[in-house]
């Protein structure tokens, strides 16, 4: 079942969206993603931030009204978690058939459009080795690296980080900060940049640089990943998932029910 995705040949795309707790989700597949990445590149007109949503973004947005004001303003949010993915389908999107993960929606971009755009990664340890690993397995154009930065940002390293991007003309930012600080950096990065696209992917550097094991297929087409995952970081992981996910569940269920409202 296709999304009937239309894209114009100028002029603002119609994203499908939902909202789940206060934050607008878009239940798009990857391949109408990558479409719509590439006519932000080809199109060049304005800065395009792409925010990845799952349980512990939304339920840190219940909160965090900062947070929240930031992933709305996103242009494009997409369905991080599995969970996210069974709500698209629960408000009518039943061409949802499978999450729009940051490490598959980086994997996939980076495999079907080799040297076809120019990348740029961002404020990760691993982000080196990470151009290297897809320089060699994918043919990537990769312009520019830069490292994990000192934090919090003074003004001086953010006039210094915008010039070092800038200067090599990036088609695509991708930012490995980890939610919620990348979702920060894009927002305040915007108005510094001419980038047509900035998105945040987290652990996705992690991944393809190979310093993280990626759960098996199995498990993550089940739902069980943050499973695999606790068990492989529980120290930096416990949180977000035996804290944050059940708060989730439950305020998602209030909302279902009428019972209490996130807008």
């Keep these: 079942m296709s999304s009937g995705l239309v894209i114009p040949e100028s002029g603002e795309i119609e994203i499908p969206s939902f909202r789940v ?20 590149i080809q199109e060049r007109k304005g800065v395009h931030i792409v925010v990845q949503t799952g349980m512990h973004g939304a339920s840190e947005a219940i909160k965090d009204l900062k947070l929240r004001e930031m992933i709305n303003a996103a242009s494009l949010n997409n369905m991080d978690g599995t969970p996210m993915k069974w709500l698209a389908r629960l408000h009518g999107f039943k061409y949802a058939k499978r999450r729009a993960y940051g490490p598959e929606v980086m994997g996939t971009l980076l495999r079907e ?21 897809c320089a060699k397995k994918y043919g990537t154009r990769v312009v520019g690296v830069y490292p994990l930065p000192i934090w919090p940002l003074p003004e001086a390293e953010k006039v210094k980080i915008a010039q070092a991007i800038e200067s090599v003309a990036p088609d695509i930012v991708w930012v490995g900060l980890g939610a919620p600080r990348q979702e920060g950096w894009m927002y305040d990065f915007k108005n510094r940049l001419t980038v047509p696209v900035l998105i945040g992917v987290g652990a996705a550097f992690d991944f393809h640089a190979g310093k993280l094991k990626q759960a098996p297929v199995w498990i993550q087409e089940n739902g069980l990943e943050w499973f695999y995952r606790l068990v492989h970081e529980p120290k930096r992981l416990w949180r977000r998932y035996l804290v944050r996910a059940p708060i989730f569940v439950w305020n998602v269920g209030l909302e279902l029910a009428g019972l209490k409202k996130f807008d």
């Design 21 to 40: 707790l206060g934050v607008r989700m878009n239940p798009l597949q990857i391949p109408d993603i990558l479409r719509i990445l590439d006519h932000w």
């Design 113 to 133: 459009t080799g040297p076809k755009y120019k990348h740029f990664f961002y404020g990760n340890r691993v982000s080196e080795e990470l151009a290297n690993v």
